[in-house]
């Protein structure tokens, strides 16, 4: 299988038409509100059209595209109603029936004309199922949003140290500076660097909840996802 | 920001451990999670004591301000409440070391023991009704037995918590009748290898899907079971004649034995004297 788009990485989150897209759409939600709904979702929808209909990077990126539009041109996320499921569930599901309908409708027209097929190998072998990965790729996203906005916080009050400390203990893929080595490296007690630690990954937590605030209809579902990112 | 795998488990894992900076505790464990939060076993510096953590996403009002002020020998009792840097709730409870009834009743008790367990469970309910707070899940794992066999009923529920299946009545709202349903489930959990209809039928009048069957509060059905465990007729089973004159019997053994001895002792007396 080809490999996975860029959007989610570095590079940006989502397509740079992600504005007028919402403008146009006039989906009765704020574009604040849409801006993260999008930021959150865009690559989990992703991976799990990917996943479940065995999509390549090009169509999954379209029909992830398609989703969007359409749900914002049919006002989709203002119908959700928390007292049925949670605002992750509904999209989930709502993808699923988008996805199933456009890949029912493909089928259709192959049918119709030019069979194509589709080599073996080009088959992700999926080693989770794409309701669990659309949920790992949520946390995902939620932690990656998460960090920038720690880091421009970071930035911004002049924590630069505490972040640096942050990033080499806590998101290095290796192995792990010991604190007396983070310690020397910085110039500082070990405890003040268990100090800012603690402090960067309290306020980690703390845009965490922030983020999924922004996209969760109260008090009980925000507790409720609170709980499921760390379950 | 990219984030990988590993590094994705390891940040989910150190932002889940509750941040108790400018507390008195340490934290040692995890020991268990419920619907409401989770609970660690953290050291008490000022007092030199292991006591239980919970943590909790919802913040303490309302009704839990009420439950931490429950006082009873059947409830937990809680040493602190407050908040943690990070923003999270936590209560500071007594450590109970002991067995979950889940575990406990795989061993082999006694219908008495099974029914004593019940009843502590049931008294301390009634307790916190008294005092305006229901469980909202009540189930095995959600109560201890102590190695001196102190039951102690634990996670008393918020409004976040929605009960468990198979123990949870079917009514949307929760409230008192819903934990007497929960309490017959629980006794039908403990009890079900035993042959006595009595204590079956309490243990369905307790879990009747309409509301208005069931016993009109916990003290109903620790009253019905006193009735069972004193040989009582109980009011959730119209026993059949034979039944009754069984259980008559049973009660008064002694007496009928003596009857049928004085019987005897007059009858043969009475052909002794005609012969």
């Given at each position: 299988?080809?490999?996975?788009?860029?959007i989610?990485?570095?590079?940006g989150r989502f397509p740079s038409t992600r504005v007028s897209l919402i403008q146009a759409a006039g989906s009765g939600l704020s574009d604040a509100a849409m801006d993260q709904v999008i930021a959150l979702y865009w690559k989990p929808v992703y991976r799990f059209v990917r996943l479940k209909f065995q999509k390549s990077n090009e169509d999954a990126k379209d029909l992830t595209q398609g989703f969007f539009t359409s749900a914002l041109q049919r006002n989709f996320f203002t119908r959700f109603d928390p007292a049925k499921a949670s605002f992750r569930t509904y999209?989930?599901?709502a993808v699923e029936r988008y996805a199933a309908n456009q890949h029912a409708a493909e089928n259709r027209q192959k049918r119709g004309g030019a069979v194509e097929f589709e080599s073996v190998e080009d088959r992700e072998i999926a080693t989770e199922s794409p309701e669990l990965e659309f949920d790992r790729e949520w946390r995902r996203q939620l932690f990656s949003l998460a960090l920038d906005d720690l880091r421009a916080h970071c930035q911004q009050s002049g924590k630069q140290v505490q972040f640096a400390i942050f990033e080499d203990y806590d998101l290095t893929d290796g192995d792990r500076l010991s604190y007396s080595d983070l310690a020397a490296k910085y110039?500082?007690?070990?405890?003040?660097?268990?100090?800012?630690l603690a402090w960067a990954r309290r306020t980690l937590r703390a845009f965490i909840r922030e983020r999924l605030r922004s996209t969760t209809s109260g008090a009980r579902e925000l507790h409720e996802e609170m709980r499921r990112v760390w379950m | 920001m990219d984030v990988s795998d590993s590094v994705l488990d390891h940040l989910r894992q150190v932002t889940a451990l509750p941040d108790l900076t400018g507390t008195r505790y340490e934290l040692e464990s995890e020991i268990g999670r419920g619907g409401m939060g989770v609970v660690y076993a953290a050291r008490d510096r000022e007092l030199d004591r292991r006591v239980a953590l919970k943590v909790l996403e919802v913040p303490i009002t309302g009704e839990a301000q009420l439950i931490a002020c429950l006082e009873h020998p059947g409830i937990v009792p809680i040493f602190e409440t407050g908040t943690l840097a990070d923003g999270r709730s936590f209560y500071a409870m007594k450590l109970v070391s002991g067995a979950r009834l889940d575990h406990y009743v795989a061993d082999n008790h006694t219908l008495s023991e099974r029914l004593r367990v019940i009843r502590r469970?049931?008294?301390?309910?009634a307790y916190a009704h008294s005092q305006g707070?229901?469980?909202?899940?009540?189930?095995p794992q959600n109560i201890m037995v102590g190695e001196f066999g102190e039951v102690y009923v634990m996670d008393w529920g918020v409004d976040a918590v929605a009960g468990t299946d198979g123990f949870r009545a079917p009514e949307s709202t929760l409230d008192r009748l819903s934990d007497v349903y929960a309490l017959g489930a629980l006794l039908k959990f403990l009890v079900s290898t035993s042959v006595s209809p009595a204590v079956t039928a309490i243990a369905e009048k307790a879990t009747s899907a309409d509301r208005r069957e069931r016993y009109g509060s916990v003290a109903g059905f620790l009253a019905d079971l006193d009735r069972f465990e004193q040989g009582l007729a109980v009011e959730a089973w119209s026993e059949p004649?034979?039944?009754r004159l069984q259980r008559f019997a049973s009660r008064n053994a002694v007496l009928l034995w003596l009857l049928a001895a004085y019987t005897l002792v007059k009858f043969l007396l009475f052909f002794l004297r005609r012969f």
């Open positions: 299988m080809d490999a996975d788009t860029a989610g990485g570095p590079s999209v989930r599901m110039g500082m007690p070990e405890s003040t660097v268990n100090n800012h | 469970v049931g008294e301390a309910l707070v229901i469980h909202r899940d009540l189930k004649v034979w039944h």
